[in-house]
């Protein structure tokens, strides 16, 4: 029986993966890691191919791994899990690098905005 060939030279374990392979390694759904990857952009930055798809390299699975575990086993909220992150990989989140407060977050006070009621008299599109 033939072998088939490889296509890189780098090991398995130092090719990025598809998002599929990612959600299996780390157990969970591959809309979690979507979710994930948009809550800590400053930890996760998978590798994007021509297509667009995602590739997670072993860095990437090992900082989801991390956020599972954060989220998951030790019950952290996802500002705690980034706290935890930031003091792990060194890097802060943006809002603590600008706020000045060491790492305090400060909420910006709630603003209400008025909106105008609308037109009674408009007609509706012939759909």
């Known amino acids: 029986m033939r ?12 090719r990025p993966v598809p998002i599929s392979t990612a959600s299996f390694l780390v157990g969970v759904e591959t809309h979690t890691i979507r979710y994930w990857e948009r809550e800590f952009a400053e930890f996760l930055n998978p ?5 667009g798809q995602r590739r997670y390299r072993r860095e990437d699975i090992e900082v989801l791994q991390e956020i599972k575990r954060l989220l998951k086993e030790e019950l ?6 980034k ?4 003091q792990k990989f060194g890097q802060r989140t943006p809002s603590e690098a600008h706020n000045g407060n060491n790492g305090v977050q400060i ?21």
């Open 3 to 14: 072998q088939r060939k490889r296509k890189s030279k780098a090991p398995v374990q130092e």
């Open 47 to 51: 590798v994007r191919t021509a297509g």
């Open 76 to 81: 952290y909220t996802i500002a705690g899990a």
């Open 83 to 86: 706290r935890i992150l930031s």
């Open 107 to 127: 909420k910006p006070k709630h603003r209400t905005e008025t909106v105008a009621p609308a037109k009674k008299g408009r007609k509706r599109a012939a759909g």
